[in-house]
């Protein structure tokens, strides 16, 4: 039997400490490759907690590299794995691992592992960035060039912290075509939406902070969360959104400060709401004084049919606070995204900002800057439609050829991200995974994308860095799988 | 009479609410220019709270920009100022001051708005970057053009949480110069020295947090101890550091969780302590197995006498956590800095700066590899070394010529501040400074450095940006003052 002691009166979560001492019995080698675990049900007995609390422990230790799921659903300690987070060597008078058990972090930072069971060429359907083959470095390189031999002793001097003006200026033009009217005194530049929505999180940071949460949504907002330690009230995504009936109910039961939605492509469902979907969770943000977090990482991507208006253009009543991005159109790594909201709330978030890093990469910033008004932006994004429009005719076209009907997956208007979910639990998320990465096949675990243990297994697939042939023999393989497991 | 009503309860600091009541009086135009705020001793009794909290309160409204200080010590709202935080207009349905109030933000968002009575140009001492006209700006863009030829497209990609390795790899070469081993797991690359400490920060971040810190001490990492509303444990700095008994006894008694120390050319004060100090301060850390912050933001500007290792160079027991930053020496706005720590420490901190800005700027940090390694920053160093040490020799002759004898000014051995502190009170800081600004110079004020209100007057200078013809005109300046209100 297996000794762990819970601490219910921790901050930390239950099901944490259960992954981080399983963790360390694993790393110290009192648990040894092939050993099995105790069924999630006797655990949960033996420590008094919920069977779920346990079940996402094991979910995590799975997805963290250090145990397989075996049919019968039980887990097995597998061979080595690498770890974010080293548990220190006995060379340090310091407890760190001490430090991080207090500390809000414990477990952020197991990372997936993987481990290569396919001979043969993985077609990996995981990365949300753009393709390195379609990146226009080349038009980038003079840019760069040019503002380095223009401006370059200034830009290299400590920057504004709302950002590089003529960026901004440029932004509140660009943003014009999407129906959004602000001022440059409306936007800060961050270091990507990461940053942007963690200093949302220290902005609205309170002891019993309630946030309203898309069900599933993005993981790493999700992890975010986690680490303030807010609490999530969860509103599960129908192929619409969310039911906004229920929406209204939460919103005047639970207060939440605000809502985090992603009306285009959302991550991972791939699915747009509506224009009327929009004007009316838009008036119940009004109504109950909601604020509302648009997050437009995609906004550009739209390739299918008319676009619909972010819904940042309608807020009158200025309660929406909009993310963009660069990377996921340009370039991820030099880390520029943007927030628009009100003067109010976006100079608080720079005060913020000013003491946690103090300014961005204004040297990228006017490269981007320069980019964009040159032109190449939209040359770049025409050809990025114009790719990713085959690209994702090919997916949609793969999934009716080879995914049996009985499974529901999504039917995107633009962007990278499909979802995939599985009719019924007959078998378990990460067995279903093992499965497909067996067969050459590596997708996103859609448990991931919940705050709450999911039963029925799903998984995202993202075709940002796979051409259509890759597509294509991608989904043979996952449809091969799906048939095995659910028939045709 | 003002009316301004105090939440004792409140977790906002007395100060603070005092500041933004008071702000939003003057804001909406019920204080109106040329009022006369309440004396401090007579705003106290009515709210029932010490003189002190009201003076810092009237300190940082002064700061700020909203009022001037007058002879006999009363304070008057000035003409209008500019603002980093935003009341919020009416037009937003959501009150965002509101929001600002409840976390733990309030306040930190006053900037020194300055206002120019000078007729002529102002010699400003307070930028702490290199100086503008030194940048190599021609031998950075051969290196970012190389780069982006040669790996322009994985660049471009989303990076190592960690930061590009191969500059990783040249720290390790690099810090052995200064006697400091580490390998390439122990360092991870920051968006610069203020990211370092706010991840720091996160980390040990926990109810009653206590935190050793020198007074006067860096001013922006008190701002971030005031965020996190962490306990400051002050030090008293004399010229050789701080007491050692009495770091020895703050230990027992309070132990805090860490130290915040800058051995080298100390940010305000320039001092850097001796060989000897520094041994023993790390041998009362492993003592008390309190973690030693050492910030050797300016460790390359040596450049009077024998350099002195730093403190990390002798950490056999890995209780230090070493901050390194190019911000100082090379370029600020590239946001390049790195923590160097035991691996267990190091991947801990990875793992909250992945949920924070998820990874830094690649490219940049490419560039600066391909310019270290090409033989470029050394060149580079020892250029600023002899610029610098004709300015720093520059500035301590006008010292002993201008200065008073009675004031006390530090004498660096390196980098680019000075510190001088008057003899006594008879003059408030905030008048001696609008006289220094009269007389056309900008000094940064001593306050800022510290947690505690001082009422002593002292200020920092830099020579950051000024050649040896500015300095000692600005000397001479300073000198003016000062012995108009000393004697010579």
Redesign the interface.
Known sequence: MILIKIDKQSTVPVFRQIIHQLAFLIDGGVLKVGDRLPASRMLAAQLGVNRATVYRAYEELWAAGYTESRPGSYSVVRARMTM??????P????D??G??R????VG??LTFAGRKLFQGEIINFRPL?PD??L?P??D??KC??DV??KE????????DTFGYRPLREFLVRHLQKHGIQVSV?EIML???S??SL?LIL?????PGLKVAVEQPSYS?FI??LD?YQAQVVGLPMGENGADLAEVDRIFVREKP?FFYTMPNFHNPLGISTSQEYRERLLKLC?TH?V?LIEDGFEEEMKFFGKAILPIKSMDS???VIYLGTF?KVL?????VGWIAA????I??L???R???????????QAAIYKYCISGYYDLHLKRLHREYRKRMQAALKAVREFIPEIIRCTKPSGGYLLWMKMPDDRIEESVLLEKLSGAGVSVSPGQLFFSEKQTIPAFRLSIAHLDETEIRLGMERIGRVLSEVYGR
Chains 1, 2 share one sequence.
């Open positions: 974010n987070v080293d548990p220190g060597p060379g340090s008078l310091i760190w691992a430090i991080g207090e500390s809000r972090l952020q930072s960035s390195s083959r990146m470095v080349d980038f390189r760069m060039h380095l031999v370059g002793a200034s830009l290299l001097q400590y920057g005194d961050t270091n990507g990461q940053q963690d220290r902005f609205f940071d309170k790493q992890n975010l680490f400060a009004e004084r604020v009543k200025q309660v990377s370039f991820p790594g030099l880390r009100d003067k109010a709330c100079s608080h720079a005060a913020i000013q003491i946690v890093d103090h300014s961005g990469n204004q040297l990228s």
